[in-house]
Nanobody
């Protein structure tokens, strides 16, 4: 089983940057992909980005392309967020996908607030 813990959120002005981290532990050798999702206030949780392992292929939702970058260093996955907009305000979550297609549990999330 894989467990994840998110960190790095905060309050930032529009146009600013933040870097989120997602630390995975447990059976990390089984991970085949890592996802970032977000849940804006009063809305459904939505996909943001994916990084596949070990080839580091990436996928982004259209609204963050060119602004967000997903990357990894060993068992930690990062989400570099630049040119932040108020509509990026959300709780950000990560999860892992392991061999066989199962998902890890969600972490506790990290709050990102972008002020206008």
């Amino acid at each position: 089983q894989v467990h994840v813990v998110e960190s790095g959120g905060g309050l930032v002005q529009a146009g600013g940057s933040l870097r989120l981290s997602c630390a995975a532990s447990g059976r990390t050798f089984t991970i085949i992909a890592m996802d970032w999702f977000r849940q804006p206030p009063g809305k459904e949780r939505e996909f943001v980005a994916r990084l596949t392992v070990p080839n580091d292929g990436t996928t982004y939702v259209d609204s963050v392309k060119g602004r967000f970058t997903i990357s990894r260093d060993k068992n930690t996955v990062f989400l570099q967020m630049n040119s932040l907009k108020p509509e990026d305000t959300a709780v950000y979550y990560c999860r892992s996908i392991v061999q066989g297609g199962s998902y890890s549990d969600w972490g506790q999330g990290t709050q990102v607030t972008v002020s206008s």
